[in-house]
């Protein structure tokens, strides 16, 4: 079982940057993808970006594409989304989840983090 644990939340301006961690612990990790998704109130969760274990493939949404970079350090097992361009619309709970690859199902979650965005 993997356990996911996400750090880096908070408020920030618009325009500001923030970045997210995801900690992974619990098996081997090759073979295996870290999404980032976000969740804002009263809207369904949506994807934000991907990336393999490897870290060979990325993906992002289109919202976030230029904005936003995922990046992994394998020796520390961790994730990080680096969001940079703030907007007020990217206020969410950003979770952290595993899978088995980048575009496809994720079946472990992380508790999630608070960002919010002030205008």
């Known amino acids: 079982q993997v356990q996911l644990v996400e750090s880096g939340g908070g408020v920030v301006q618009a325009g500001g940057s923030l970045t997210l961690s995801c900690a992974a612990s619990?098996?081997?990790?090759?073979?295996?993808?870290v999404g980032w998704f976000r969740q804002a109130p009263g809207k369904a969760r949506e994807f934000v970006a991907g990336?393999?274990?490897?870290?060979?493939?990325?993906y992002y949404t289109e919202s976030v594409k230029g904005r936003f970079t995922i990046s992994i350090d394998n020796a520390k097992n961790t994730v990080y989304l680096r969001m940079n361009i703030l907007k007020p619309e990217d206020t969410a709970v950003y979770y952290c989840?595993?899978?088995?690859?980048?575009?496809?199902?994720?079946?472990?979650w992380g508790q999630g983090t608070q960002v919010t965005v002030s205008s």
């Open positions: 989840a595993g899978g088995a690859t980048v575009l496809g199902q994720y079946d472990n």
């Open positions: 619990g098996r081997t990790f090759s073979r295996y993808a």
């Open positions: 990336i393999s274990w490897s870290g060979s493939s990325t």
